[in-house]
């Protein structure tokens, strides 16, 4: 069954540094897509960045990038030089392409960037 | 922008009662996606629809219905509501491979007194 993980209710960083965002997923589906959304206090749920099961490289997107480590399950959001804005709850979440199409979503982490 | 909307923002209701929320998906998006956001639960996904026609069930209440209109908008009703029901919906809409990113509406706030 389809499974999300995010082990890190909350995490703290100071401006200007990296920080890593774990998720751990599970499926017996060889085909499936990974993505991860953000939810600043405003509610909006935004797109940040998305990994194909079958994709070779990791994915890139601005500061955010994607740690695909396909045998181990996990595909951690590494976010580059945080912002005072990048201050949100950060939701990792799963589609499997084949015999459904249903996507689930992890519990969620809040991620507090310090001045 | 993503493009979704979705009315109303707000819905106070009492207990018992029956809401119909909508959503409009982007310009050229067929599916739908219907998700209810709350503290203890966090996002769950209840229905996917595609062009008129169900794809995916999710975490449901028989209580909830929902469905897709030839002009490819969604209406999602939750009847005999409790408590329990009050959270954000969103709706979002998108393509349907496992690659295609989903676009969130900016969601209901629906409050059940």
């Known amino acids: 069954a389809q499974k999300i993980t995010q082990t890190q209710p909350g995490m703290f960083v100071q401006e200007k540094e990296a920080v890593t965002l774990d998720c751990t997923y599970d499926?017996?589906?060889?085909?499936?897509?990974l993505f991860w959304y953000k939810q600043p206090s405003s509610g909006e749920m935004i797109f940040l960045i998305y990994q194909g099961s079958y994709d070779q490289q990791n994915a890139t997107e601005g500061r955010y990038s994607l740690n695909f480590q396909k045998a181990r399950k996990s595909a951690n959001l590494v976010i580059s030089a945080s912002q005072l804005g990048d201050s949100a709850m950060y939701f990792c979440a799963m589609r499997e392409g084949t015999g459904g199409f249903k996507t689930i979503f992890g519990a969620g982490t809040r991620l507090f960037v310090k001045a | 922008d993503s493009g979704v909307t979705q009315t109303p923002k707000h819905l106070i209701t009492a207990t018992g009662q029956r809401v119909t929320l909508r959503c409009s998906p982007r310009?050229?998006?067929?599916?739908v996606y219907w998700y209810q956001q709350s503290l203890d639960q966090g996002l769950q996904f209840l229905i996917q629809y595609y062009n008129g026609e169900e794809r995916a069930k999710g975490n449901i209440l028989e209580r909830f219905s929902a469905q897709q209109f030839p002009d490819l908008h969604s209406e999602l009703n939750l009847s005999s509501l409790e408590l329990g029901d009050s959270a954000l919906y969103f709706c979002a809409s998108g393509g349907l491979a496992a690659g295609d990113e989903q676009f969130f509406g900016p969601g209901t706030r629906l409050t059940v007194l």
């Open positions: 499926t017996s589906d060889p085909s499936y897509g």
């Open positions: 310009s050229g998006d067929l599916s």
